[in-house]
């Protein structure tokens, strides 16, 4: 197997070494920190990985009939630094296929939910909250300039006024720490690479947790909160998601009550490295730093080959 070969294949499966991160991270991480470092570490896995994929891909098309490559690179020399090329490089075909499509559903269904949600709102009074005369009960927080927070009345009549106080606050960090990013990010990661799933699901938990973190610092009561997303949850059970159905979950609520009425998590910039947390943290990172060198690497290897000037 040649050095182009083992570099190319490396990114498609270094994403397993966040695991133990994406699980630690939940509940040993402040949820501020934890939402922002697992949506890098799976952006740029996502991103190396899906190169990569593009590489395997311009191996298999590169003798096809009509082929922009140049005609320098014969197959003796491909099969000589290049490992299973036909196979890999069809598969890969296949693969960046899904990638794509599946990420264009996801941005397109994000943008279409949005509009939607933004023209059924533009009459509505009130520049950042909408009240909807609605008996079902829901509320979610609608990105877009400065964001507008959207609860039904059935909803606001089900909790006290300090649930309500505590609801507006969570639905406002949400806003403004702008996670519907770091969601789209994680569910367009998942989909370049099934193995970045578990960290899809862990930035969902953690977002949620980073606003519960904010109400209960803006409410002055964690219990407060703690009461407000459990009421919340009984009286919303079984509804569907009225919008960003794709990017917006509550995660699970039963542990998002006990983490409110626990001590309120340590803000700290980096773990101890000597943790379960750090060696899982630095494991994470380096697996994402190994996978943006392997990439580059076969990135680099692949353009010596194609260029009809540069030795091999």
Do not use: K
């Not at 000589?80 to 069809?90: K, L």
């Not at 697996?287 to 030795?311: E, F, I, K, R």
């Amino acid at each position: 197997m040649g050095v182009f070969g083992v570099f190319v294949f490396l990114p498609l499966v270094l994403p397993l070494s966040a695991w133990p991160v994406a699980r630690l991270a939940e509940t040993r991480l402040h949820p501020r920190a934890a939402t922002r470092l697992l949506t890098a570490v799976a952006v740029v896995m996502a991103g190396c990985s899906t190169l990569c994929l593009g590489l395997l891909m311009v191996v298999a098309t590169a003798r096809l009939p009509g082929s922009p490559l140049p005609d320098a690179w014969s197959d003796p020399q491909v099969r000589a630094v290049v490992p299973h090329d036909e196979f890999a490089g069809r598969a890969a075909v296949l693969a960046l296929a899904l990638v794509a499509a599946g990420c264009a559903r996801t941005l397109l269904r994000h943008r279409r939910i949005t509009r939607r949600a933004r023209r059924a709102l533009a009459a509505l009074p009130g520049r950042t909250v909408a009240v909807l005369p609605d008996s079902t009960p829901y509320a979610y927080a609608l990105p877009g300039g400065r964001g507008r927070i959207v609860v039904t009345t059935g909803l606001l009549t089900g909790l006290a006024p300090a649930e309500r106080r505590a609801l507006f606050a969570h639905e406002r960090a949400h806003l403004a720490a702008r996670h519907h990013r770091h969601l789209l990010a994680a569910h367009l990661a998942a989909r370049a690479n099934p193995f970045l799933r578990p960290l899809r699901t862990a930035v969902v938990y953690t977002a949620e947790r980073w606003a519960d973190e904010e109400a209960a610092r803006a409410v002055g009561d964690r219990r407060t909160v703690a009461r407000a997303i459990g009421r919340a949850a009984l009286l919303s059970a079984g509804t569907p998601a009225p919008t960003l159905a794709a990017l917006a979950a509550t995660g699970p609520v039963p542990r998002r009550v006990a983490a409110l009425l626990a001590p309120a998590p340590v803000a700290r910039t980096w773990p101890p490295v000597f943790t379960s947390v750090g060696l899982a943290v630095w494991a994470a990172t380096a697996g994402a730093l190994v996978s943006a060198m392997s990439s580059a690497n076969s990135a680099v290897t692949l353009y010596l080959l194609l260029h009809p000037t540069a030795p091999l």
